[in-house]
């Protein structure tokens, strides 16, 4: 196979870290269900499908290591023995993952395969995702109003729909440790400032802050995370081979709310899966 093509085939699966109305929840590893009913503490949210839900990815390489563990402060994608399968350059390639749609990444940059078995995926992609999404409850529908920072997150009026919302993280003093320099329950031993290790509803994914040279960063300015998801299944490929690389992108919205009303709803980062289809 002398090129990859990477076609993503999006599901609504869920995956998440904080939003800014959580409190202290369950810690590392984490498990939250999809929504049923009207969460009842702010503690415990739920999980929706967004109504939109855009990304900009610059690339995305298979690697049969992790090419950025934990010892280390910047992504070496040869160290990871990874193959390119889209690299835009400074060109990002926009996409929706919502509704279980589909689209080609286009093949810009992608690399000759190497035979090996690749376990993980990762990703380099603008910090900045851009979201809508309601919830439907005793005949009352919230609707996000475009607002992240300050309450109140969501709206009711009949009269409008879901606006979108631009949400940006890392970007405090502190990372993804907050305002305050807290422990991020979501991630294993609390986060550091730059970096987040979670395991999350049975996947174990990876969020980084970095800068243009793909070392680890964070506060105020911060243009890029790089997310890694460890596949539970490795994909086997031999240079020789005819097909294609699916993608699955397992995305949802966090829902918080008080037992009375929806407070607010969050992206939730997504998790990412990989299989090789033979043509």
Known sequence: ??????????????????????GVVQAYPKT???????????NTPCLIEPESYEVSIYRVELCQNDPFPSTS????????KCITLFNGGANAHKGDLANEGSYNLPSTGAENITSGTYNHISMILKNEFSS??????????WKTNGEVDEEPFVTTDENVSPIKQNEVFLTSDYGWRGDDDSDNDYCLNGATAARCDASY????????GVDATYQSSYGSGL????????L????????????????????SYELFADGTTVRGMFIAPFIFQAEFQAE
């Not at 196979?1 to 959580?22: D, N, R, V, W, Y």
């Not at 509803?201 to 980084?208: C, L, P, Q, R, S």
Request: hydrophobic content about 40%; overall charge negative.
């Open 1 to 22: 196979m002398k090129k990859s093509t990477f076609f993503i085939s999006f599901l609504a699966l869920p995956a998440s870290f904080l939003g800014p109305l959580s």
């Open 32 to 42: 939250v269900a999809a929504c049923t009913s009207m969460p009842t503490d702010l």
């Open 73 to 80: 402060n910047q992504a070496d994608f040869a160290a990871g």
């Open 132 to 141: 809508s999404g309601s919830y439907t409850f005793g005949g009352t529908t």
């Open 201 to 208: 509803n049975g996947y174990e994914v990876t969020g980084i």
């Open 223 to 230: 243009e890029y995370i790089y997310y890694r998801a460890e």
């Open 232 to 251: 539970q299944t490795p994909v086997t490929l031999l240079a020789n081979a005819s097909g294609f690389i699916d993608v699955t992108v397992d995305n």
